[in-house]
Every structure is written in structure tokens, then in C-alpha cells.
């Protein structure tokens, strides 16, 4: 049985994830959602560099690091892309704060590794999506993650949508960053740095 919230696979019949210790009946995030998006900045030239064994267990310690903290914000772990990982919320309060604090998990892990320092883009995105599984899609979806593109590691970049339903719960800082093209999304999209 596969966990909704850190993604972890457990034995059969199992009540709570043996990883990241979650009910597994809990019901899934459905309606509107918020979708974070992340991913290494220049993860192939750092795995090239590292080897095949060192870099499979930088990339373990990320993965903990974000599941971890996806799950210790409400948050579910949709799927992992090699160096990425799509995750699911049901406010985007819970999702800004879980981007925070993954970032600040990344900068202290960097700290205390500096031969291998992670360094994380962070898109985020609100709106209606559809569920498929424990899949999501639609324009919602696409939109985090190309926001997550535009970002620089270390970085945290939200659509207005997010700005403006989380602005004044969040008790975050937004920096506003201008109007982007966003690929594949017409027009250019609002986006807000979160100051972290």
C-alpha cells in the first residue's frame, strides 16, 4: 500500500506508514489545491561529479529531506521526477510554509555538506485540478511547474493566485518579481518571490 503523503511503499494491511508514520486511510487532498514543485539546480553536472554512488546518496538524503517536510506541513508527496518532486496541499498557507522550510532545511544541509551543497527551485500554484489516482493534472499543475523553472536555487516563486490567498494567513514576505512567459501557459503569469 503505497502512502498518500510521503509516497513510501508499506506491507499490506497496514494502518499507518512505516516511513513518515501517517494514517493510510485518511482521504486524499481533492478540489482546489496547491501544487509545490521542486527540483536541483544543476543536479546532472553535481552527479557527474560525485559518481553514480555518491550522487544516489546525495539524492537519498534530498528525498528524505522533502519528504519529510512534505509531510510535516499536511502535504503529499504526488511523485518524484529523478531530482524532482511534485506535492500536493489543501491550502496554500501549508504549502508556503513547507517551501520555507524545506529551503531552510537545504541551506543547513549545504552548511554541514559543503563538498555537495543542494540547492532547490520552488514553484507554487492554486487552482482546480483533476485527481487521477494519486496523480494530478490540468492547467493548475503545469503552471507550478513551470513556475519552479523560472526560479533560481535557493528560491521560492508563487503564482498571484497563491499571493493573494495566502498574503496576509501565510505571515510570509512576498517580493513581487514581474510578469513572466511561462511555457506553454499563454499571456505572462504574476509572480512573487517568498523572502525566506
Known amino acids: 500500500m503505497r502512502c498518500p503523503y510521503c509516497n513510501a511503499d508499506n506491507p499490506a494491511g497496514s494502518t499507518h506508514c512505516i516511513w513518515c508514520g501517517r494514517s493510510l486511510t485518511e482521504p486524499s487532498v481533492e478540489g482546489t489545491v496547491t501544487l509545490l514543485f521542486t527540483d536541483i539546480e544543476g543536479w546532472t553536472p553535481l552527479a557527474q561529479r560525485l559518481g553514480d554512488q555518491r550522487a544516489h546518496r546525495v539524492l537519498r538524503d534530498h528525498d528524505r529531506i522533502l519528504r519529510e517536510r512534505v509531510a510535516g ?100 514576505e512576498f517580493k513581487h518579481v514581474g510578469s513572466k512567459k511561462l511555457k506553454g501557459i499563454p499571456g505572462s503569469q504574476r509572480l512573487y518571490e517568498v523572502v525566506w
Open 73 to 172: 506541513h499536511g502535504g503529499r508527496a504526488v511523485k518524484h521526477m529523478g531530482d524532482s518532486l511534485m506535492a500536493v496541499f489543501p491550502s496554500a498557507t501549508r504549502a508556503l510554509h513547507c517551501a520555507v522550510d524545506i529551503q531552510k532545511a537545504f541551506a543547513d544541509y549545504s552548511q554541514e555538506h559543503p563538498e555537495t551543497p543542494i540547492k532547490v527551485r520552488i514553484g507554487v500554484n492554486s487552482g482546480e485540478s483533476i485527481q487521477d489516482g494519486s496523480d494530478y493534472f490540468g492547467k493548475a499543475v503545469t503552471m507550478a511547474a513551470r513556475i519552479a523553472e523560472k526560479a533560481r536555487g535557493g528560491q521560492i516563486l508563487v503564482s498571484k493566485v497563491v499571493h493573494d490567498l495566502a498574503g496576509s494567513v501565510a505571515e510570509v
